[in-house]
């Protein structure tokens, strides 16, 4: 899919225009605060995301607007028309074709990744960092998996006090064990695609990656709830004695080696961010390939943290994906950039190239 056109009304610092983008690569530049960032957000939320991490819907609105809300509205095309409207508040509204939509149905019709500067450190940061890289690309291939994560974090909280105050612990993992069963085999298929996807992608590895998906506090029986009930039977004595949850998908870990070593040691830090671009254009590649759908990808700041080499092979790659791209960067300049290039100053946005 495309954004053939988007328009934002009293959404935080952008002017209320009607941008026409170009339907292959976009580059947004401008210094920092001038509504890159913003530019972006619109697009995630008008796909069915949220906003940014960190950012709230609250407060989207312009401060000192008199309608108390942003409006959102864009044109998609490619494997279908769509329109998509959003009205921002205290929560996000939808609507398509006028009419109210979920959230995943949005996901699934109008697939979107983005990436921050944050996500570069997938290869050494914590394993939270990589269970959000793929619970992004879940949610766009499984309707249902942004709810079943919301259950088992909430059942996972319940469970979590039940170890507090010693009772109700077998109640509170009868109803974990389906849930982090299903999640565990969602997860395992997601990085078996983006294993082939980053087979698609080789040129931007710096060295052979293999990546291997780890199920928490798991003994790693082949049946995910066999091996639920028997991974918690094992640990049973720690989660009682420290009053925590030592088993399931909120300790899952993906794996990333080369030649059998941790990538997170073994690559320089340059390298270790061409790893984390390849993975992105992995997940890219894994939407495309299930959902039958171009996704948008969304990079805020991302080729800035890359050394020469890397840019010009992201780049490359970009270009010969065929997919709509929005960057964005503070650089002055980005030598080499073979799509559209746009200027973005205190909210408004107008096309140089």
Known sequence: ??????????FRNLKPQRLEWALGLNLLR??????????LEVLRLLSGWGPFRGRTASEAPRWGGTAGRAALKGGFSGEEDL???????????????????????????VPTLSFTPEDLSLVEGAPAMRRRFLDGICALLLPLYAFRLLEYRKALRQRAAALRQKRGMGATARVLAPLASWIWASRAAAVDLVRVGLSEVRELLPEPVEITFSRGGSLGLEDGLEDYWASLSRTADVEERFGLPVVGPHRD?????SE??????????????RVAVALMM???????????????????E?????????RSVLVETLDARGWQVFAATAESSFDGWPGAVWRVSAGSVQRIS
Do not use: Y
């Open 253 to 257: 870990d993906l794996v990333i080696e």
């Open 30 to 39: 401008g210094e920092n605060g001038a509504g890159k960032t913003n530019l």
């Open 302 to 310: 991302v080729a800035a943290e890359l050394d020469d080499a890397g």
């Open 260 to 273: 059998g070593r941790a990538a997170s040691r073994f690559f320089s830090r340059g390298h270790r961010r």
């Open 282 to 300: 992995a997940a890219g590649w894994t939407v495309e390939r299930k959902l039958r759908r171009t996704p948008i990808l969304l990079l805020d």
């Open 1 to 10: 899919m495309r954004c053939s056109w988007f328009q934002a009304c009293e």
């Open 83 to 109: 329109e998509i409207a959003a009205l921002v508040g205290r929560r996000v509204d939808l609507r398509r074709e006028g009419k109210q939509v979920g959230a995943s149905t949005v996901r699934s019709r």
